[in-house]
């Protein structure tokens, strides 16, 4: 995508631009902790969306993760003070 | 130190944290017979990620078409469970859903040739909402859904280190 000009399509409707996407590409490119480290590469379009969609579902995967133990946690009838502390703690935040 | 999400930490993190706590506190106040069976302790974490859900999409509210989808997915989830007939109401959301964010820009399929329709379509899963979006939109919708479970992630840290 390097070195194109924008071009707009052919219909009377407002078109997306090429620089448009390229924006919007490379903010994503900074999300990504995977390509963040390679900010000055030519990173493809194709690859950042990639990357993009398994960060995601690295997230989707890391929260079901965290539910699953939290519920491992309140399970532990044992001290209530346990839970407790769990619970004060995340108020800290 | 430089916040690279752009977002306001304190207002969105504890808008979601607030809730978060709420719904928390409600499930383990539902204490089961059996509250350490496998059952239970599956139900329970259902309701937990539900409440996770939930709280990230209401701290965000309409704002977004994706938390505006994730928020009519929640709500006809509910709907469902206490009424199996709900189908037309919550294909008339939908509808609404879709027109609001494919009325803008032009239709997703313009980005012939430039090689990346089936990420973008694989990201389109992925993304509350992300069929109806055109490219531009979805770039932009992924860049703060990916904020949002970041800052989802971190809520739970305190128990990650155990």
Known sequence: MSGRRSRSKQSSVSSITDDQITDLVSKLQHLIPELRRRR????????????????????????????????????STDSDSDQAAIIRSLLMQ | MNNPHHLNPTSLKSRFTTRFLRALTKIRAQKPISSSSPTEIFRRYRRIKVAADKSMAYSVRSRRIWSRAMLWKLRSRSYRRQDPCSGRRSGKTNQAIMKKSSNENTTTRREDGVGFVEEADELRQLVPGGETMNLCNLLDETAHYIKCLTTQVQLFSPIGKG
């Open chain 1, 40 to 75: 000055f590469d030519k990173v493809s379009t194709s690859k950042v969306l990639q990357e993009t969609c398994n960060y995601i579902r690295s997230l989707h995967r890391e929260v079901e993760d965290l539910s699953d133990r939290l519920s491992q946690l309140l399970a």
